[in-house]
């Protein structure tokens, strides 16, 4: 028996994907199904709302499916291996420690060998510019960065060398879009190439999405994205977000992903928003902080003469040992 969790299909892959990136999938047992459901091995007691149960799953073969059995590094380097990473359509991209970057080219090679799916492995450099993107090195496999990564049933461009993009995300936009009603207006102020928006406009009835974001590389994989999905709902804007969003219509909805410094622009979504509307906020930040950064936040806001009020706090991600992402629900008051 495995101790599993029981999601529906249509969440079975950003599901896992989540649960090997946070290193929660146990590569012991191989992924069931049943049903409309899969069963995830898991080596946790619940996962995003999913409690684990008891399931008869097949056992694997760990040697096939663990990069860090097969990849020729010296044994001492071993425990430096990445436990976790990320996976944009059909590339994988992973972090290394410095004493692991001059064996990168065999780490690839084992990392591919064991995710039949990967056509390429990059090494991420890290996140450069106002734009948020990353720098990439191809270590192992054939083709560019560019992909189509696929998402709650929809299909995006993007290439994360030239647009951001965060596939660690899938669940909040799926809970974003859940919450949309009939007619909303949404606005997303740093939307990358809108996968906020095509999942809004996927899964919910808006009546019109503005997805802004200052990159000019943005405009063709959001166009493509609309292509892609069928949908007509959704206005592309390249520009300054808080100049932009003072041109549009008061929205229902605001989404403001740029966790390094969203806050800085509060102010602006708060102006911005319905007084019955809702503003989706992210921000990295110390897990010690959390409850003063709120009321700091609260008193900015009012000192330039905007009511608010926090409704929900979520942990979206680890950042670091001592800093996590959280998405703060804000209301207007």
């Known amino acids: 028996m495995a101790k599993c969790i029981r999601v529906p299909k249509s969440e079975g892959e950003p599901i896992r994907r989540a649960l090997m990136e946070e290193g929660l ?11 409309d459901s899969i069963l995830m091995p898991v080596l946790c007691d619940g996962y ?6 008891e399931a008869e799953l097949r056992p694997s073969n760990r040697g096939e499916t663990d990069y860090k059995d097969i990849a020729d590094v010296p044994d001492g380097l071993k425990e430096y291996l990445p436990k976790s990473f990320d996976v944009i359509g059909d590339i994988a991209i992973l972090k290394l420690e410095d004493c692991l970057v001059p064996y990168r080219a065999a780490i690839g090679e084992a990392l591919m060998k064991v995710t039949p799916n990967i056509r390429a492995v990059f090494l991420d450099g890290g996140v450069k510019g106002d734009f948020r993107v990353r720098e990439l090195e191809k270590i ?10 696929r998402e709650y049933g929809t299909r995006m461009m993007t290439d994360p060398s030239k647009v951001y993009f965060n596939p660690r995300l899938a669940t909040e936009r799926a809970r974003v879009a859940s919450m949309v009603e009939d007619g909303e207006v949404v606005i997303d102020m740093f939307a990358g190439v809108a ?9 919910a009835r808006p009546s019109m999405v503005y997805s802004i974001d200052l990159n000019p590389e943005c405009e063709r994989f959001m166009k493509e994205n609309m292509r892609l999905n069928h949908i007509r709902n ?9 100049e932009v969003v003072r041109k549009l219509p008061k929205a229902d909805r605001i989404i403001m992903n740029l966790p390094q410094m969203a806050d800085r622009f509060l102010d602006s979504a708060l102006r911005s928003v319905k007084p019955s509307g809702i503003i989706h906020m992210h921000k990295i930040m110390e897990r010690s902080e959390l409850e003063p950064f709120q009321k700091e936040m609260a008193k900015r806001m009012a000192d330039e003469g905007l009511g608010m009020r926090v409704v929900r706090v979520s942990e979206l991600k680890t950042y670091s040992p001592t800093m996590s992402v959280y998405v703060f629900d804000i209301c207007p008051e």
């Open 25 to 35: 999938l146990d590569m012991d047992y191989r992924i069931g199904s049943e049903g």
């Open 195 to 203: 996968p906020f928006g095509t999942v809004i406009c996927r899964h």
């Open 140 to 149: 192992a496999g054939s083709g560019t960065s560019e992909v189509i990564h």
């Open 48 to 53: 995003r709302g999913y409690a684990a149960e």
């Open 234 to 242: 959704m206005e592309c804007i390249i520009g300054d977000s808080t």
